[in-house]
T-cell receptor, first 113, second 117 residues
Framework: KQEVTQIPAALSVPEGENLVLNCSFT??????LQWFRQDPGKGLTSLLL?????REQTSGRLNASLDKSSGRSTLYIAASQPGDSATYLC????????????FGSGTKLNVKP | GAGVSQSPRYKVAKRGQDVALRCDPI?????LFWYQQALGQGPEFLTY????????KSGLPSDRFFAERPEGSVSTLKIQRTQQEDSAVYLC???????????????FGPGTRLTVL
C-alpha cells in the first residue's frame, strides 16, 4: 500500500521567508502528484499538478519538484505572506490503483506578519 | 457550475439515523471521487465513479456506506445507521479525465462536516 508522509507537520515562519515543504511516498510507481492547500473549514484548492514524466511545475511564487525514483516531492514557496497560512497537502496517484489517490496528513503553515 | 458543490455543508445526526450527502461535480467531468477526512488528517479515499459506473468502492469502511451516481453527474453518499466514528468531513472531487495530462487534475468541493451525536 502506498504511504505518503509530509514533514514537518507544522511550520511557523516570519513573513518574507522562503520555505520548503516535503512530501515522500513509498511506491515510486505513480501517475502524478498534486499539491493542495486547505484553509480551515474549507475544501482543497489545487496548487500544482506534476505528471510522472515531469521534474517540476511552477505557478507564481510556488514551485513543486518531483524526484520519482527517490519518492520525494518538495513545494517551494518564495517570499511567504500571511495569506499563505493554510494546511498544505500532497496526493499521489499510483499506477497500480489508478483511481485511488493517497494523501499525506499535511503541513500546517503559519506565516507571521 | 463554476466548481464542485456539496450539500449540506453541515449535518448533525443522532446515532442510528440515516444521512445523505450530495455532490454536484463540475459539468462534464467524467470522474467523481468521495473522500473522508478526519480532524488533522489527510483525506482518505472512499469510492470512485467513472460516469455512472462505480469502479472502485474499496475505501468504504462498512456496508453502512453506499454511494451512487445514477445519471453520471450528481452523486449521493448515503450512510445508514450512523455511528459516532462516522463523524468527519466528507469531500467530493471531480476530474475531466482525458488524453491531455492536465485533465487529470482533481477539483474539490467544500465538503460536508458530519457530526454524529
Amino acid at each position: 500500500k502506498q504511504e505518503v508522509t509530509q514533514i514537518p507537520a507544522a511550520l511557523s515562519v516570519p513573513e518574507g521567508e522562503n520555505l520548503v515543504l516535503n512530501c515522500s511516498f513509498t511506491d515510486s510507481a505513480i501517475y502524478n502528484l498534486q499539491w493542495f492547500r486547505q484553509d480551515p473549514g474549507k475544501g482543497l484548492t489545487s496548487l500544482l499538478l506534476i505528471q510522472s514524466s515531469q521534474r517540476e511545475q511552477t505557478s507564481g511564487r510556488l514551485n513543486a519538484s518531483l524526484d520519482k525514483s527517490s519518492g520525494r516531492s518538495t513545494l517551494y514557496i518564495a517570499a511567504s505572506q500571511p495569506g499563505d497560512s493554510a494546511t498544505y497537502l500532497c496526493a499521489v496517484r499510483p499506477v497500480r490503483n489508478f483511481n485511488k489517490f493517497y494523501f499525506g496528513s499535511g503541513t500546517k503553515l503559519n506565516v507571521k506578519p | 457550475g463554476a466548481g464542485v458543490s456539496q450539500s449540506p455543508r453541515y449535518k448533525v445526526a443522532k446515532r442510528g439515523q440515516d444521512v445523505a450527502l450530495r455532490c454536484d461535480p463540475i459539468s462534464g467531468h467524467v470522474s467523481l471521487f468521495w473522500y473522508q477526512q478526519a480532524l488533522g488528517q489527510g483525506p482518505e479515499f472512499l469510492t470512485y465513479f467513472q460516469n455512472e459506473a462505480q469502479l472502485d468502492k474499496s475505501g468504504l469502511p462498512s456496508d453502512r456506506f453506499f454511494a451512487e451516481r445514477p445519471e453520471g453527474s450528481v452523486s449521493t453518499l448515503k450512510i445508514q445507521r450512523t455511528q459516532q466514528e462516522d463523524s468527519a468531513v466528507y469531500l467530493c472531487a471531480s476530474s475531466w479525465e482525458g488524453l491531455a495530462e492536465s485533465y487529470n487534475e482533481q477539483f474539490f468541493g467544500p465538503g460536508t462536516r458530519l457530526t454524529v451525536l
